[in-house]
């Protein structure tokens, strides 16, 4: 059977035929009566813990506090209640359970949000990193309590100077935009060395957000590089604007078109040949691990986000883990603590107290660490993590990776191509993620709605509205790690929803019907910001 | 390979389906001698679960855990015990394997937990608004004092000499690339902290003052008249605190008048980690400065039909809306280690987390009193909460090793903080919590004892 026709309801259960716009019940959300509670059998309402909770309960067990006691608090006992209920354990469990239930997360069903990379996340990585020598040790013990540490740092920074053909790694940085100022830091640096004040930094319009918000912040002015009618780097504007005054050029690679930027050796080449440094924004680095090594695109320095190519896990929105790779020249320059490898193919973890020795015996004295990023040594919680992801796929398992994610979205291009505007489908093959606008709609339905249907048809929605490029952008990132048979049971009911939408049926501008609430209303929650419970008054 | 899903079937029916003939073919875009022609050289090839869990546990027991030693280290983060519920909690998928809820028809539960912690950080630290939270308390701090110069427009910055020294550096770091110009100092040992000699230091080009309370000596001060001072120069005061627990059992900073209150959220469900990932949290008092602040911040709305719901609000002032406009880079924050904080305060509540903190100081108390008595050691301190620092007449640096030596984790030597700062060596931070027995306090005591004579 054709993939595209494929019913999407594998289970064989057959939905009611009544279009949603005719039936009043369903447009209310339920097709049943209104319950007591506002709770749908296994859809339950949960109150805040402020409106469950009671200040004078508690779910430890604690003696009971000694008012009496003499203290060496100096006067500053708190005196004044602080309003912070507490719940039982019993009580704990089942508000968070209740809570967890109203969320979407991979473990649940098809995540495709474009250049976040929701990939499974293997539980043997949450096994280590739970393990008493990583998890409960602090980041200040005496050194030879802690070599177990240093050595995941040392072997993670060899996996990562390894795969991408780079000379050295900072492991501080917390997540990919701490990681995107530590590269861009590393090059303001480098240049203040040589007396260079360059001024301004080329982002391409299609960058994430992160990228003109960091190199604003480092003190450069931004400039967008224009791009090509294929969605990539228009290479000759490029090499027209460079001059003594750029100091470096960001360029995510792959794209966030999903394109692999072809002539990405040469724009490094023309930018150093122009005396700026090369910024890899390495989000999309999935595409492309163990096929490519960023190194031999002539790439400065390069960050990489632990919790997308390397499945640890997003958590709801943190913490991610940032490590920049560096080249041989930006290398003397990046924060401590600090990893790198010396000649000899030894690599060391390098702190303020040795800085001066080891940049004496391996890089003749010219180490000059821009400062420090963090207070102790990065996110050791994701390295084991990570490590632990590396070790188990291998050489060969992260090249399968590559290619798998690179056949899923193309799968999902070519499955799409004929009904969905997909401006770069005609140019060739996409990486890891897919391109469509929202071209062909009808009547006024955009890319929210199409979205917000396919909530009701049990997926997270594709990122939407990004890259700015395109209008009504839907960028699709399927993953490696999701079956054929996901993917023919998606592409069955994205293409539905999307017959809907060039249909221009109405009904899709009041989805989701069936998600635990309707759509919510942010211009009222920006208007009369409420960002803290407060006891309701009285009337 | 155990995470990937595809079989050689499905491969070849999919590059069918696509018109490829190779997987190569959907990589024609690298050019051909950027590619590479099979596995990295250098790297070992996949591996069982089985093999991969052999070889993490044989590095992780080259650490000595907290738990296998009488243990007193703090200076900026803490041991606490975790109830078991929490790590439960956090590992349920939809909270773990969740993004960022920009969809937040289906992220409800991470978004009411995130209101629930915003109100829980906001009352401990006694502020009207905390912010979703950030990586950890050093980069929250530099963020404060990035807020402080865009809302004062003065671009000097007082740092106290009791701030934790990574603190500073950070703050000086980043200072470098922008405008702002920053006034540290290191801690004078003294038994209580220099206010006057801090407030000295403000002047009408102050932008903001940055205290940490309890301070990295473990001193605790009375801070509003550092606050009035700030405040009768146009300055604000930024106050950091490191250790949250105290705070259930000592004045708030916003009660001291404190107008941004910035933090590590460690302590509290997050547990140690090697020193990551951990959780930085920001609140402001006055609830005009919100729109300055930097971070995720979730709000109360309501849907379609009326019921209340929560949603990230006030987005544009973030990166992904304004660009190169935003008050700070940052996207991602800790949102995983805000719910291992959120579920732990809950446990707690304010009952809880008050008997809390009675215990840990009336432990720190007893270890105090312990200490004092090995001859040649000095309790620095007037006032401390759970942390304090001795004097111990040597380098302390030396005297942390050999104390290791003997199996005690003993605490952190001021060296360690301060290296090349003589007058600080012989230093050493003690920091006691509710899961330091009194054998601990024994074995310590009886070690330094031995490692001094």
Known sequence: ?539 | MRYLPLTDADRGEMLAKIGAGTIDDLFVDVPEEARLDGPIRGLPMHASEMAVEKHMRKLSKKNLAAADAPFFLGAGAYRHHVPSSVDQIIQRGEFLTAYTPYQPEIAQGTLQMLFEFQTQVARLYGCAVANASLYDGSTACWEAVAMASRITRRDHVVLSGALHPHYAEVVKTMAKFTSDEIAGAEPAIQSTPDNAGLISRIDDQTSCVVVQYPDILGRITDLSEVAEAAHAKGALLVVVNTEPVALGAIKSPGEMGADIVVGEGQALGVGLQFGGPYLGLFAVRDPKHVRQMPGRLCGETVDAEGKRGFVLTLSTREQHIRREKATSNICTNSGLCALAFNVHMTLLGEKGLRQLAAENHRLACQAADRLAKVPGVSVLNDNYFNEFTLMVGQDAREVVHKLAAKGVLGGVSLGRLYPGVDRLSEGLLVAVTETTSEEDIEALANALEEVLS
């Open chain 1, 1 to 539: 059977m054709n993939a595209t026709t494929k019913t999407p309801n594998a289970s064989g259960w057959k939905p009611e035929m009544t279009p949603a716009s005719e039936d009043g019940l369903h447009a209310k959300g339920y097709w049943g009566p209104a319950t007591a509670t506002g709770n749908r059998a296994l859809m339950l309402e949960e109150p805040l813990l402020f409106e469950i909770g009671r200040t004078n309960v508690t779910g430890v067990d604690l003696p009971e506090v000694n008012t009496d006691a003499p203290n060496r608090l100096g006067g500053l006992e708190r005196a004044e209640p602080i309003g912070l209920p507490g719940l039982t354990e019993p009580e704990t469990v089942r508000h968070y359970t209740r809570l967890s239930r109203q969320n979407y997360g991979i473990d649940l069903g098809f995540f495709p949000l474009g250049s976040c990379t929701m990939k499974h996340n293997p539980r043997l990585n949450e096994k280590v990193a739970r393990m008493p020598g990583f998890a409960d040790v602090h980041p200040l013990q005496p050194r030879e309590t802690v070599q177990g540490a240093f050595e995941v740092i040392n072997e993670l920074a060899h996996w990562l100077i390894t795969l991408t053909g780079m000379h050295g790694v900072a492991m501080s940085p917390k997540a990919g935009a701490h990681g995107e100022l530590c590269g861009i830091l590393c090059i303001r640096a480098a240049l203040e060395a040589r007396g260079d004040a360059r001024e301004v930094v080329l982002v391409p319009e299609s960058a994430h957000g992160t990228n003109p918000a960091t190199a604003a912040f480092a003190g450069y002015r931004v400039e967008n590089i224009p791009a090509t009618d294929e969605g990539r780097v228009d290479l000759e504007a490029l090499k027209a604007r460079l001059g003594p005054d750029v100091a470096a050029v960001m360029i995510t690679n792959p794209n966030t078109c999903g394109l692999f930027e072809r002539d990405m050796k040469k724009i490094s080449d023309a930018v150093h040949e122009a005396g700026g440094f090369v910024y890899c924004d390495g989000a999309n680095f999935n595409a492309i691990v163990g096929k490519v090594r960023p190194g031999d695109l002539g790439v400065d320095a390069m960050h990489i986000n632990l919790h997308k190519t390397f499945s640890t896990p997003h958590g709801g929105g943190g913490p991610g883990s940032g490590p920049v790779v560096l080249s041989e020249a930006l290398s003397p320059f990046g924060p401590l603590p600090y990893t790198a490898r010396t000649a000899d193919g030894v690599v060391h973890l390098v702190e303020e107290e040795s800085a001066d020795a080891f940049s004496k015996e391996h890089f003749g004295g010219v180490m000059q660490s821009f400062g420090r990023m963090t207070a102790f040594h990065g996110q050791m919680g994701m390295f084991t993590r990570a490590l632990t992801y590396m070790l188990s796929h291998g050489a060969d398992g992260l090249r399968q990776v590559a290619e798998d994610a690179v056949l899923n979205a193309n799968y999902i291009l070519r499955s799409m191509e004929d009904i969905l505007h997909a401006p770069y489908a005609a140019s060739g093959p996409c990486m890891h993620e897919a391109l469509f606008g929202d071209r062909d709609f009808g009547g006024d339905l955009s890319t929210l709605d199409l979205a917000k249907s396919m909530i009701d048809e049990g997926y997270h929605p594709m990122t939407v509205y990004f890259p700015l490029v395109l209008h009504g952008a839907m960028l699709v990132e399927p993953t490696e790690t999701e079956s054929k048979a996901t993917l023919d049971q998606f592409i069955a009911a994205f293409r539905s929803l999307v017959e809907r939408a060039n249909a221009g049926d109405e009904a899709m501008k009041q989805a989701p019907y069936y998600a635990p609430r309707r759509r919510l209303d942010e211009t009222q929650a920006a208007r009369k910001p409420k960002l803290a419970w407060a006891e309701p008054e009285d009337d």
